[in-house]
């Protein structure tokens, strides 16, 4: 399976993490067999901005559920923790008025997403769509509709693959909103591209992991990658009980860098549109010491330079179709140093599957 495991002590984390590209296609082949997507668009059509709710990484999720709908429907859209929702309300729908929410939970139990879709639906009246990995939940109860990807659920407690094919549905849901079937097949692409190289990409993460000793992580993006390098640093915390930080790249230089010496592990998800800032800020802290890590679409001379590990997805395609990939190396990096660390991925210290409150 891989260099240095044995195949009995895999972690069914792994097995989930290196399934992506494949449940990738099998869950857009399904939107695209039942035409669920269309069918949503048409009861949605008039609401003028969305609002994407989660907790935990499906909160991550709808950060980057929400940039990537603005960026692909020129509607406006935000992400908000379930929380935020119950405890501030007026603060979280605001001025709201003509909003289509979106609840994103694996689980559909997670009580304050549930309590959150109850809220917007019945004392808001705004229309709710849920989307899930599971069925029959709480979630399917309090949503008007609900998508459910019953093949990206997982076993394990960390969230993987259930993240990245939701990220995909909803990126889809907007493609198909802004008709733009290119993107959609692109998604289809980069699956078949990406399954290619997933397994390569595996072993030299357990390499680079096996060559390193690290006391903390950052991850860094900006735009949509934002939200990737905030799921990233909770993929590390949760698999490998590491602390991990997220900032947006170039603030990472208004006081934060000064935690960088040679046992920071700091992963840079660089944008196409931010490139040119995002690579100085990667050139600085690979000066100052710090361990880097580029994950992007293609590298440069200057980031390979400036890089002691180098993720480069290589698509040819629109820049959100590689947002669902560049989650994975950071998933990688988690689940490798929890193994190094004698942890077991599979049952992260503290952590429950779900979150159900009283
Ligand atoms: C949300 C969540 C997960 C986290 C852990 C506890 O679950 O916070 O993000 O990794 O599993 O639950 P869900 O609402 O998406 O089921």
């Known amino acids: 399976m891989l260099g240095r495991m044995e195949s009995a002590q895999v972690p069914v984390t792994l097995g989930e993490i290196l399934s992506q590209p494949e449940i990738w296609r099998h869950c857009l082949s399904e939107l695209d067999r039942t035409r669920m997507l269309g069918g949503i668009l048409e009861?949605?059509?008039?609401?003028?901005?969305?609002?994407?709710?989660?907790?935990?990484?499906?909160?991550?999720l709808a950060e980057a559920a929400a940039a990537s709908w603005t960026l692909l429907t020129n509607q406006p859209a935000r992400a908000l923790p379930a929380s935020e929702v119950l405890l501030f309300p007026d603060l979280a729908?605001?001025?709201?008025?003509?909003?289509?929410?979106?609840?994103?939970?694996?689980?559909?139990?997670?009580?304050?997403?549930?309590?959150?879709?109850?809220?917007?639906?019945r004392h808001y009246r705004f229309p709710t769509l849920g989307i899930t990995c599971s069925a029959e939940t709480p979630l399917e109860k309090a949503c008007d509709r609900t998508v459910r990807l019953l093949a990206a659920d997982e076993k394990s407690t960390v969230m993987t693959r259930s993240f990245s094919s939701m990220l995909m549905a909803l990126q889809s849901l907007a493609s198909e909103k802004s008709r733009r079937e290119e993107f959609s097949s692109a998604l289809r692409r980069m699956s078949d591209h990406?399954?290619?190289?997933?397994?390569?990409?595996?072993?030299?993460?357990?390499?680079?992991?096996?060559?390193h000793a690290f006391s903390d992580y950052v991850f860094l993006g900006q735009g949509p990658c934002y939200a990737v390098a905030r799921e990233a640093s909770l993929k590390v915390t949760e698999m490998s009980c590491s602390y991990g930080q997220a900032f947006h790249t170039l603030e990472f230089r208004h006081?934060?860098?000064?935690?960088?010496s040679p046992r920071t592990c700091l992963a840079f998800f660089l944008s196409e549109g931010g490139l040119l800032a995002e690579s100085e800020v990667l050139a600085e802290m690979h000066e100052l010491g710090g361990v880097t890590m580029a994950i992007c679409n293609h590298?440069?001379?200057?980031?390979?330079?400036?890089?002691?590990?180098?993720?480069?997805?290589?698509?040819?395609?629109?820049?959100?179709?590689?947002?669902?990939?560049?989650?994975?190396?950071?998933?990688?990096?988690?689940?490798?140093?929890?193994?190094?660390?004698?942890?077991?991925?599979?049952?992260?210290?503290?952590?429950?599957?779900?979150?159900i409150l009283d």
């Open 255 to 260: 006081g934060p860098k000064a935690i960088v």
């Open 43 to 60: 009861q949605t059509d008039s609401r003028a901005e969305w609002m994407f709710v989660g907790c935990g990484s499906s909160f991550y």
């Open 194 to 211: 990406f399954a290619g190289s997933i397994d390569g990409l595996a072993n030299r993460v357990e390499e680079f992991v096996a060559e």
């Open 299 to 355: 590298a440069d001379d200057d980031i390979r330079r400036t890089s002691d590990f180098v993720f480069e997805l290589g698509f040819d395609g629109p820049e959100l179709a590689a947002l669902a990939p560049f989650i994975v190396p950071a998933q990688l990096l988690g689940c490798f140093t929890g193994v190094k660390k004698n942890l077991n991925p599979d049952e992260p210290k503290n952590l429950s599957r779900v979150v």
């Open 93 to 121: 729908v605001g001025a709201a008025r003509n909003t289509q929410v979106v609840v994103i939970s694996r689980s559909g139990q997670t009580s304050e997403a549930v309590r959150a879709a109850h809220l917007l639906s």
